[in-house]
T-cell receptor, first 108, second 113 residues
Framework: RKEVEQDPGPFNVPEGATVAFNCTYSNSASQSFFWYRQDCRKEPKLLMSVYSSGNEDGRFTAQLNRASQYISLLIRDSKLSDSATYLC?????????WGAGTKLIIKP | EPEVTQTPSHQVTQMGQEVILRCVPI?????FYWYRQILGQKVEFLVS????????KSEIFDDQFSVERPDGSNFTLKIRSTKLEDSAMYFC???????????FGPGTRLLVL
């Protein structure tokens, strides 16, 4: 069974802090990896793709560890607007398998 | 910026009725997907579609479900005889390649009474 696991949280974090999420996937054949954010009752929106070499986009850094089958997301200098649920997804064979999401709450 | 659109935004139906959910994928995308998300639960893959045929489908996508690309722009999900447990948000997505980023529509919230 293909699974993607995430800590559901919530993570309550003060504004300006750094927060990190991990996500593990069980299907070693997964070929593509993504972090999406989902606001309440909205569609998932792509935050970033995750590459083997790691990638950074502003305050966000994503890493992939194929040996241990996990991906991570680091958010630096967190803003109130970062409050959302963060979903990781692992892709193979024309489908994405999703984690249940990690809820992040940024407090002023 | 091109986006995936879905109609209707909300649909209420009686158990046993047929519903058709509609999606217009991003115009130059070739891969299309349907997902559902029951309230408070994870996003679940239903089906992927490429070159006018189903590429992959999940256990959820049983004989009650079907997909179609009736013309060059629309991509539909039909549920033949709805059940109470079909109540969920249904998301359509599209991508330019099989392993490329999938872009999601705003979803159709289906409520089966």
């Amino acid at each position: 069974r293909k699974e993607v696991e995430q800590d559901p949280g919530p993570f309550n974090v003060p504004e300006g802090a750094t927060v990190a999420f991990n996500c593990t996937y069980s299907n070693s054949a997964s070929q593509s990896f993504f972090w999406y954010r989902q606001d309440c009752r909205k569609e998932p929106k792509l935050l970033m793709s995750v590459y083997s070499s790691g990638n950074e986009d502003g305050r966000f850094t994503a890493q992939l560890n194929r040996a241990s089958q996990y991906i991570s997301l680091l958010i630096r200098d967190s803003k109130l607007s970062d409050s959302a649920t963060y979903l990781c997804a692992a892709g193979s064979n024309y489908q994405l398998i999703w984690g249940a999401g990690t809820k992040l709450i940024i407090k002023p | 910026e091109p986006e995936v659109t879905q109609t209707p935004s909300h649909q209420v139906t009686q158990m046993g009725q047929e519903v058709i959910l509609r999606c217009v994928p991003i115009s130059n995308h070739l891969y299309f997907y349907w997902y559902r998300q029951i309230l408070g639960q994870k996003v679940e893959f239903l089906v992927s579609f490429y070159n006018n045929e189903i590429s992959e489908k999940s256990e959820i996508f049983d004989d009650q479900f079907s997909v179609e690309r009736p013309d060059g722009s629309n991509f539909t999900l039909k549920i033949r005889s709805t059940k109470l447990e079909d109540s969920a948000m249904y998301f359509c997505a599209s991508s330019s390649g099989a392993q490329e980023t999938q872009y999601f529509g705003p979803g159709t919230r289906l409520l089966v009474l």
